[in-house]
């Protein structure tokens, strides 16, 4: 059986009477792609955020496995420098010593052309473009991405899944959330985030388990 | 990759981010020149009463130089204060994001304070050297001196105010508002009653004496440069304790463990 590189136990979160989360498990597996789905302020970005170490939950732990990689929705960059000197910064925050890697996924993205452009400068998709390579410049075992084709044309939606694509041939596993997929298939596992509890999608809220390819989940009923 | 590597490219950053605040150039370019002119034409030289605390002695002060040490110390002090809130406001979940990435909240820090110090010292060396222009004070290097420890406890102010306010209209407003009052109330020019005592406690206070000695040729005391940093220490500790809450990541919950 495949290893886990994320474990959610629990997740409890609520911002003041306003119960969001209310108890989610769910584990993702190396080399899997795990697709979490939910309407606009099911609770997706807060449970991801808590995911990544951003957000304390009220209940519940996380295990995390190696190295992560983590897109936010929000486009977290800072206008007033370059592209380059994105990459010069998140460089020394991972600690690595060359950005090959990086600029590898930069012309797989296809925007080599701004490297020298002021990010404020930059269109919606080119700084989403960005924001993702800042999240997988140091090659991470587990990725966590929150609505990451935002803004992407055609061309750039299908380099972005081919990208996807090489990452699990190198044994990473790939955590994406959004409220709507076009293609579902391409997922090993799909949950449903529904009044703050994972939900399988067949089970019309009263299954607790749902299994498909490597991952699992399951949702406790706390309250 | 060391810290010393690490530190300089945080610091280099956080310097290349204000030196492209056009707005912020532009106000330190021509807000202070102006200032300074409006001082030269409006303003009379009639002696005005300050009390130079330092050694406890009444100075019949010319009112226009007087005003000219109040202008620059007002200038300065809404320049920084804007420079350093909007950074620090703007860049909060940029900052957020690199610490979760990995990158020291240590480091982050001291690259702040360090853009706090430079950019204190580069505006206060421009104000300085366009007051010469118009009046030529008996040390101009004290005067920078009082106008550097003023910039440097507005600029501490404004990354509180970046880390701690939400909205940017109301830190602006909180820089003026405070700003103008402090300034103002120390300048016995708009405020006929300057010399009281309650006044010690406000942050330009300090700044002003040491200003004054050096305009005016009096006699420096250390004291008074140390007063002037206790300002700047109080905003910059409570700003960064706010920046370290508001940007460390959330590991309680997290345990990170080995590949096997």
Not at chain 2, 18 to 47: C, E, G, K
Request: glycine residues 8%.
């Amino acid at each position: 059986m495949a290893e886990p590189l994320l474990q959610s136990q629990g997740l409890r979160k609520s911002f003041g009477r306003r119960k969001v989360l209310r108890g989610v498990t769910f584990s993702v597996y190396r080399r899997s792609l795990v697709g979490i789905v939910g309407e606009n302020g099911a609770g997706k970005s807060t449970l991801l955020r808590i995911l990544a170490g951003e957000l304390q939950p009220d209940g519940g732990q996380v295990f995390r496995y190696g190295l992560m990689g983590y897109c936010p929705q929000a486009v977290n960059l800072n206008d007033a420098l370059t592209v380059e000197q994105h990459l010069d910064y998140f460089r020394a925050a991972y600690r690595i010593n060359d950005l090959d890697y990086a600029n590898k996924l930069i012309e797989q993205l296809g925007y080599q052309a701004y490297r020298h452009e002021l990010v404020g400068k930059l269109s919606g998709g080119t700084k989403q473009k960005l924001n993702l390579t800042l999240a997988l410049m140091h090659r991470p075992q587990l990725l966590l991405l929150d609505e990451p084709y935002q803004g992407f044309d055609w061309e750039t939606y299908q380099r972005f899944w081919g990208l996807v694509s090489d990452l699990r041939q190198r044994d990473c596993a790939v955590l994406i959330i959004s409220h709507l997929f076009f293609e579902q298939t391409r997922f090993d596992v799909l949950y449903h985030l529904e009044q703050g509890r994972m939900q399988a999608p067949e089970a019309n809220g009263s299954a607790t388990e749902t299994r498909i390819g490597t991952g699992s989940a399951s949702t406790e009923g706390k309250e | 990759m060391t810290s010393l590597s690490r530190y300089l490219t945080a610091t280099r950053y956080a310097l290349f981010e204000q030196a492209r605040n056009r707005t912020a150039l532009l106000l330190l370019l021509l807000f202070v020149p102006v200032w300074y002119y409006f001082y030269l034409l409006l303003i009379p030289s009639d002696p005005l009463p300050f009390l130079y605390r330092a050694t406890g002695t009444l100075l019949q002060a010319n009112g226009q130089e007087l005003g000219f040490i109040s202008a620059g110390l007002n200038a300065i002090t809404l320049i920084v204060g804007f420079m350093l809130f909007a950074s620090t406001r703007k860049n909060m979940q940029f900052d957020r994001r690199l610490t979760l990435c990995g990158f020291s909240q240590a480091l982050l820090i001291a690259a702040k304070l360090t853009a706090l110090v430079v950019v204190s010292a580069i505006v206060s060396l421009y104000a300085s050297l366009v007051l010469f222009f118009y009046w030529h004070p008996s040390s101009l290097p004290l005067v920078w001196l009082g106008f550097f420890c003023s910039a440097l406890s507005y600029g501490a102010l404004g990354l509180l105010l970046g880390a701690l306010v939400r909205g940017e209209l109301e830190g602006f407003f909180l820089i003026i508002m405070i700003s103008l009052i402090d300034t103002l109330l120390q300048n016995p020019l708009g405020n006929p009653i300057a010399n009281q005592p309650v006044l010690r406690w406000f942050p330009s206070f300090a700044p002003m004496q040491l200003s004054v000695a050096g305009g005016f040729g009096l006699h420096m005391s250390w004291l008074y440069l140390f007063y002037s940093l206790a300002w700047p220490s109080g905003f910059a500790l409570l700003g960064l304790l706010v920046f370290w809450w508001k940007t460390h990541a959330r590991s309680v919950h997290i345990i990170a463990l080995q590949q096997s």
